[in-house]
């Protein structure tokens, strides 16, 4: 498979989980539950808590994934800027 699709997929995968993990984040809040008027029968605690854990935990292997694949651009950038910073007097 093409590097450049690889990429493309973990990437797309990174935004469905951090959107997972975001909308599971905010349910967890029981006052966010009560402004809205949503209860525990329509959204069990249980359920979001552990959908959010294990979608924070997908995130930070897919970001681990994210800069492993990306790596000689962050070396090559890092390399680039540090070169072009002003030396202090």
Avoid at 29 to 56: K, N, R
Wanted: glycine letters at 6%; proline letters at 3%; a positive charge.
């Amino acid at each position: 498979m093409n590097s450049i699709i690889i990429k493309w997929l973990v990437d797309l995968a990174l935004g469905i989980t951090f959107f997972v993990c975001f909308i599971t984040g905010l349910l967890k809040y029981t006052v966010l539950l009560q402004v809205t008027g949503l209860s525990e029968v329509l959204l069990p605690s249980a359920f979001i808590s552990d959908l959010h854990d294990w979608s924070g935990i997908v995130l930070g292997l897919l970001v681990f994934l994210h800069l492993y694949l990306n790596r000689q651009w962050i070396i090559t950038m890092t390399r680039k800027i540090l070169a072009n910073t002003p030396k202090d007097p």
